[in-house]
Every structure is written in structure tokens, then in C-alpha cells.
């Protein structure tokens, strides 16, 4: 069975400084990997995903995550935080399943 | 439409009543999932539906959970004699399952108080 492992539940940061989100899988096949956000009153949305090909993945609003496989994770990486980057982030997988297992998430927040 | 709908965005109920919530996928994603979101916790993966297929029911939680799509649209999520831990925000999701198109689309959710 696939599952998801999140490291940060809470993490706090300034504006400007730099973001790394740990994300952990457990699957040993070809897998799919998505981080979703959702910000305070809103959705959860697409933030980028990997499906093949180049391991280093860029999203939306200066997002990035990179795809290791030996270590079986897909971390999120922003250089400098802003304000509004304040929400929830979810890292999903999907492998032999066709259902995204999803982490618990992890609280971000960004002091101005 | 253009986004997933779900309706409704809050109800309450009574402990032991039936509940039912609905979802509107986004118009020719063929595959509709459900999870449930409980304060503080990840989604867990309630059912999913592809297609015509015999839906994956392999997360509902007791058989008082049920659900129902009509062909490739709306789907119902009914929960019956609710009980005090059914509280929580049920989220309804939509992929299309072309290609690399495999991401789900969430709706707001409904969110579920059982008093």
C-alpha cells in the first residue's frame, strides 16, 4: 500500500526567507506526486505535480519540488516566502492505486 | 461547470439522522473521488468512482456510508444515523485521467457538524 509521509506540521517563517517542505513516500513502483495548497477559506489546489521526465519541477508562484527517487521524496522548495504564501500544503502520491494517498499536511505561516 | 461543486457548504444534523451531501464534477472528468477531513487531520480516502467501473468503496468507514454516481456527473454522498465522529469536512474531487491530466480538482467541501 502507498502512503504518505509529511515531516513539518507547523512551520513558521519571515517573508523572505527560504521555504523546504519535506515530503516522504512509501511505493516501490512508478509513481505520480502532486502538492496541492489551500489557502485560509479556499480549496485545495494544484500546485505542481510530477509525472516523468525531468525530476525538478516547477509550479505555480515560484514554487518547485524536486523528485528523488532513491530517497523516495518530492520535497517543496520556494527561495523567499511572502505573506500570502500563508496556508495549508498537502503532498500526494499515486502508484499502483489509481487514488492520491495524501499526507496530513503542513501548516505554514508567514510573518510580514 | 467550471470547477467542482458541492453542495451543501455546511449542514448540521442530530445525532441518528440520515445526511446526504452532493457533488458536481467538473464536466467530462471521468473519475470522482470522495475524501473526509477531520479537524487537524490529512484526507482520508473515502470511495472512488471511474467510468462505468464497479466503484472502489475500499475507504468507507462502516456501511453506514454509501454513495452513488449517475453515469460520468453528480454524485451523492449519504450518511446514515449520523453519529458525533461523522464531524468533518467531506471533499469531493474530480480528475480527468487523460494522458499526464491525472491531478484531482477539489471542491470547497461540505462541512458536516453532527450535534
Known amino acids: 500500500a502507498q502512503s504518505v509521509s509529511q515531516h513539518n506540521h507547523h512551520v513558521i517563517l519571515s517573508e523572505a526567507a527560504s521555504l523546504e517542505l519535506g515530503c516522504n513516500y512509501s511505493?516501490?513502483?512508478?509513481?505520480?506526486l502532486f502538492w496541492y495548497v489551500q489557502y485560509p477559506g479556499q480549496h485545495l489546489q494544484l500546485l505542481l505535480k510530477?509525472?516523468?521526465?525531468?525530476?525538478l519541477v516547477k509550479g505555480i508562484k515560484g514554487f518547485e519540488a524536486e523528485f528523488i527517487k532513491s530517497k523516495f521524496s518530492f520535497n517543496l522548495r520556494k527561495p523567499s516566502v511572502q505573506w500570502s504564501d500563508t496556508a495549508e500544503y498537502f503532498c500526494?502520491?499515486?502508484?499502483?492505486?489509481?487514488?492520491?494517498?495524501f499526507g496530513r499536511g503542513t501548516s505554514l505561516i508567514v510573518h510580514p | 461547470g467550471a470547477g467542482v461543486s458541492q453542495s451543501p457548504s455546511n449542514k448540521v444534523t442530530e445525532k441518528g439522522k440520515d445526511v446526504e451531501l452532493r457533488c458536481d464534477p467538473i464536466?467530462?472528468?471521468?473519475?470522482l473521488y470522495w475524501y473526509r477531513q477531520r479537524l487537524g487531520q490529512g484526507l482520508e480516502f473515502l470511495i472512488y468512482?471511474?467510468?462505468?467501473?464497479?466503484?472502489?468503496k475500499s475507504g468507507l468507514p462502516s456501511d453506514r456510508f454509501s454513495a452513488e454516481r449517475t453515469g460520468e456527473s453528480v454524485s451523492t454522498l449519504t450518511i446514515q444515523r449520523t453519529q458525533q465522529e461523522d464531524s468533518a469536512v467531506y471533499l469531493c474531487?474530480?480528475?480527468?485521467?487523460?494522458?499526464?491530466?491525472?491531478?484531482?480538482?477539489f471542491g470547497q467541501g461540505t462541512r458536516l457538524t453532527v450535534v
Open positions: 468512482f471511474q467510468g462505468n467501473s464497479a466503484p472502489d
Open positions: 464536466s467530462g472528468h471521468t473519475a
Open positions: 474531487a474530480s480528475s480527468l485521467e487523460t494522458g499526464s491530466r491525472l491531478e484531482a480538482f
Open positions: 500526494a502520491v499515486r502508484g499502483g492505486s489509481y487514488i492520491p494517498t
Open positions: 510530477y509525472f516523468s521526465g525531468d525530476p
Open positions: 511505493y516501490g513502483g512508478t509513481v505520480n
